[in-house]
């Protein structure tokens, strides 16, 4: 099945590029402008996955990644951003975006993010027969993740995490007290290790213990420096 995506770029020779591209990838592309524009053709298409630039004239990015998560639509995101610092990718991320490439960009590190959302985003098989037994709660001190109806909580609160943040939380949840070095983790994530100069996986993790671990809480995520990451009650 031929999967669908929505490219807002307001750059014509990236748009025109990166549309040739992904068609030759065998996605069928809609490719628009700016964010007007992109709202639109969500609305009208729904698109399997979302490629955004962030700076658009007008509505950007950002805006356009949040008012989708306002309305309740969570086809996964992917940002386009020439800004490269920690506080800008963070802000996508806030706004709702599940994953960023920062320009200029290898095609072929879009395609390994895209398929990646996409596998993500795929639905969960209906149950061959009765009696099929569901993923267990996980449970970490007094975190506690619900991998079937992917919901979350610390304490009696539950946390609003976006997919990629919950993946990452069900993968450390998962092997909790294990010290998961980069490459594992962006390959089980992302699918692809993009090297030990990106710095996406430590963004992620920051993000993810904003929420995880408050002032207040016992942190639970921990970086072994060199190595990796573990989530485990000290």
């Known amino acids: 099945m031929t999967n669908t995506v929505l490219l807002a770029e307001d750059d014509r020779a990236i748009r025109h590029a990166l549309e040739r591209a992904l068609t030759l990838e065998g996605y069928r592309v ?15 298409e729904h698109p399997d996955v979302i490629v955004l ?3 658009m004239p007008g509505v950007d990015g ?12 969570r086809t996964p995101v992917l940002m386009l951003t020439a800004r490269v610092e920690t506080a800008d990718r ?3 991320l806030d706004a709702g975006a599940d994953d960023y490439v920062a ?5 072929d590190e879009v395609f390994a993010r895209l398929r990646a959302l996409l596998r993500r ?6 149950p061959a027969a009765e009696g099929t037994v569901f993923d267990a709660t996980l449970a970490v001190a007094d975190l506690r993740l619900d991998p079937s109806a992917r919901r979350v909580w610390r304490g009696g609160t539950e946390l609003e995490l976006t997919r990629t943040e919950f993946d990452l939380l069900e993968l450390l949840a998962r092997n909790a007290g294990i010290v998961l070095d980069h490459g594992t983790i962006y390959s089980r994530i992302w699918g692809y290790d993009f090297g030990p100069g990106s710095k996406n996986l430590a963004v992620y993790i920051g993000y993810l213990r904003r929420k995880v671990d408050q002032a207040g809480l016992i942190p639970l995520i921990h970086t072994v420096r060199g190595v990796g990451y573990t989530l485990r009650e000290e």
Request: proline share 7%; with cysteine.
């Open 30 to 44: 809609t490719s628009v402008s700016d964010g007007v524009e992109a709202l639109a053709a969500i609305h009208r």
């Open 53 to 55: 630039d962030v700076m």
């Open 62 to 73: 950002i805006q356009v990644c949040r008012v989708l998560r306002a309305e309740g639509d």
């Open 90 to 92: 963070i802000e996508g």
């Open 103 to 107: 320009k200029p960009f290898d095609v």
């Open 121 to 126: 985003a795929a639905p969960i098989p209906e």
